[in-house]
Every structure is written in structure tokens, then in C-alpha cells.
């Protein structure tokens, strides 16, 4: 008799906000030192350090490990910036406005670093979601990926999905992070995020795991992605 499969809850956005700002960081600390750090304090500032505080207390809730509070100073009386925006339009800002200062600062050089932290912070989900699929002895094949993943699909995302042999075919008409993007006009900041981050995901589920993302809504107006693996093997 096999065992009943085991519900394992997603992520919050609120610990999986506070993880992106922890690779990104990272990443951009590594590049440039402490003009990085004074650089990433300015967009947590204008971002508001009351609203960075809440998603950091939060993430730390959930029992995850995260640098924000390093750039939120203690007493420090600020006011709330935004009041009904939901995770995923706060996770699109706070990303924006830390990267923006340095993109505008170090140009090509900071995108590069930007697209490593999300790319570390991509491969770092995908074997939590390999963990997960390892929790109910499943392999790390392509049909064991979206039923494990980590991030619950709320309804402000529109798309459809069509699982075909060794592939995964999704088109993404609504997403919040790339409409809050074109909202902010912070479309050079956003597509850091959007180039890397589900092949990301998928390599660190199987190295086998390939994406193509030939439209964005960034650009386009949707996200067409094309999740193949050729070789389904495990890690």
C-alpha cells in the first residue's frame, strides 16, 4: 500500500521576497563592495523602511534566514509608503528600487551582477521544489516539477498550460511582478528578473531542465515559455 502523498505548503511571497533581496544583495555586495551596500540602502529607503521592516519580520516568522534587516535602521519612525498593495507588487518594487541605483550607477556591470543574484536565488528554489518532489518519492522529471513547486499561483496571474512529450508549454497573459514593472515604468530593472529567473528554477530542479522564454510582458505583453527535458534522469 503506498503512502498518501504528502501536502506540502508553498513558500510565502513574503520569505520568498525576503530570499531575493538576500541573492541580490549578496551579488551586487560581492561586485562593488560598500558602495554597493550604500547603493542597495538608498533604494531600501526609498522603497520605506517601514514597509522592507514588515516583509522582514514576516519572512523571519517563517523561519527564513535574510539580509534585509541589515539595511533598515533601527528606530527609525517611517511611515508606511503603501497600504493595500498585495506581496507580489511589493516583491516587484523593493526589486526595482534596489537595483535601479545600481544599474544607473555601474551600468552593464551591475545588470550582470543582478542577473547572478537571481539566477543563485532561481537555483537555490529549484532544489527546494526537488526536495519537495523527493519528500513523495518522485523523481526530478518534468512531470513532477509544477506539482511541486514552491510558489502558490495566486489569481492575479492569467495563464494557460499544455504538458506535451518531454515538454511544458506556458503563456502568461497577467503577471503582477511584470505589470508592476510596466506600471513603475521600471521595465529596464524588472527584465533582470524575468531573463533569468525560471531557467534558473528549472536548472536547479534537474540540471537537465532547459527554458525558453522567447516573450516577456515586459516586452511583448506576455510571457511564452517552452520548459523541455531531454534526458528525463534525476540529479
Not at 509608503?81 to 518594487?93: D, G
Not at 515604468?185 to 533582470?192: F, Q, T
Not at 537537465?208 to 520548459?227: A, I, M, S, W
Request: charged residues 25%; contains cysteine.
Amino acid at each position: 500500500m503506498s503512502e498518501p502523498r504528502l501536502n506540502i505548503p508553498p513558500i510565502s511571497m513574503y520569505a520568498i521576497t525576503a530570499k531575493l533581496f538576500t541573492h541580490v544583495e549578496k551579488a551586487i555586495v560581492s561586485e562593488f563592495g560598500q558602495e554597493g551596500q550604500k547603493l542597495i540602502q538608498q533604494g531600501v529607503k526609498i522603497f520605506g523602511f517601514k514597509d522592507a521592516e514588515d516583509i522582514a519580520k514576516q519572512a523571519t516568522m517563517e523561519k527564513e534566514n535574510h539580509a534585509l534587516f541589515n539595511y533598515i535602521p533601527n528606530n527609525h519612525q517611517a511611515k508606511k509608503n503603501f497600504e493595500n498593495e498585495t506581496i507580489y507588487a511589493l516583491m516587484a518594487k523593493l526589486f526595482a528600487q534596489i537595483t535601479k541605483p545600481v544599474v544607473d550607477e555601474f551600468g552593464n556591470q551591475a545588470k550582470d551582477a543582478v542577473r547572478d543574484g537571481v539566477r543563485t536565488f532561481g537555483e537555490e528554489r529549484g532544489r527546494g521544489i526537488a526536495q519537495r518532489a523527493r519528500a513523495n518519492g518522485e523523481d526530478y522529471t518534468i512531470d513532477h516539477y509544477l506539482t511541486n513547486y514552491d510558489m502558490g499561483r495566486s489569481d492575479l496571474f492569467t495563464f494557460s498550460t499544455e504538458y506535451k512529450p518531454n515538454e511544458i508549454e506556458q503563456n502568461f497573459t497577467v503577471c503582477p511582478f511584470g505589470q508592476q514593472w510596466a506600471d513603475d515604468n521600471m521595465h529596464e530593472y524588472g527584465i533582470l528578473y524575468c531573463q533569468m529567473i525560471d531557467p534558473a528554477v528549472a536548472r536547479g530542479f534537474n540540471p537537465n531542465f532547459e527554458v525558453e522564454h522567447d516573450q516577456y510582458v515586459l516586452r511583448e505583453g506576455n510571457c511564452h515559455f517552452r520548459f523541455k527535458m531531454q534526458d528525463q534522469q534525476n540529479k
